[in-house]
């Protein structure tokens, strides 16, 4: 059973770079046709979609965050990162990494998620 | 703003059957498939329906779903309070784009 664990400060300052890192065990983030994503949720709203990674390091993202977003692999950590620049109090939300179903048509596996606030 | 449209909220006795729509459009739902997630209050979402109608090993079989033309639907049947929690749909669009529901929130009365 794949599991998955966010990691990263708890606070961001605006104007900065929000990174995070998610740690997968129980599998390699190397096997199958799997795509490590990372989805978002402000505080008491919905799911947004942020983008995902392949190991082989190809990558696509919500065209409204692309500008800003940069998702990157280390498969000899077994770990994928989230880099988003120019964070603004819109930003401030959970964040959990996830992985695809095989194929990719679904998210399986969930990270617990990791709130980070954007404040001064 | 998700383009993915469910009702804000669902409710329900125990036993009975509540049903959450969700509308898309030809370039999601109408030429993809549609995954449900159930999130509990406090947790990360947890994959219960995938591919229109599949349900993912241990999931009751009260839960299921259903696909017609630009719109799905997650039925739950013989509904229980460990129900109560937010649902969203999901599917992709054509341009490879990962969409999310605006969510239901629903209450077991």
């Known amino acids: 059973q794949v599991q998955l664990q966010e990691s990263g400060p708890g606070l961001v300052k605006p104007s900065q770079t929000l990174s995070l890192t998610c740690t997968v065990s129980?599998?390699?983030?190397?096997?199958?046709?799997?795509?490590w994503s990372w989805i978002r949720q402000p505080p008491g709203k919905g799911l947004e979609w942020i983008g995902y990674i392949h190991y082989s390091g190809s990558t696509y993202y919500n065209p409204s965050l692309k500008s800003r977003v940069t998702i990157s692999v280390d498969t000899s950590k077994n770990q994928f990162s989230l880099k988003l620049s120019s964070v603004t109090a819109a930003d401030t939300a959970v964040y959990y990494c996830a992985r695809t179903c095989d194929g990719g048509s679904c998210f399986g596996s969930w990270g617990q998620g990791t709130l980070v606030p954007v404040s001064s | 703003q998700s383009v993915l449209t469910q009702p804000p909220s669902a409710s329900g006795t125990p036993g009975q059957r509540v049903t959450i729509s969700c509308s898309g459009s030809?370039?999601?739902?109408?030429?993809?498939?549609v995954n449900w997630y159930q999130q509990l209050p406090g947790t990360a979402p947890k994959l219960l329906i995938y591919s229109n109608n599949q349900r993912p090993s241990g999931v009751p079989d009260r839960f299921s779903g259903s696909k017609s033309g630009t719109s799905a639907s997650l039925a739950i049947s013989g509904l229980q309070s460990e129900d109560e929690a937010d649902y969203y749909c999901?599917?992709?669009?054509?341009?490879?784009?990962?969409?999310f529901g605006t969510g239901t929130k629903v209450t077991v009365l």
């Open positions: 129980g599998g390699s983030i190397s096997s199958g046709t799997y795509y």
């Open positions: 030809s370039s999601n739902i109408g030429s993809n498939t």
């Open positions: 999901a599917a992709w669009d054509d341009s490879l784009n990962a969409l």
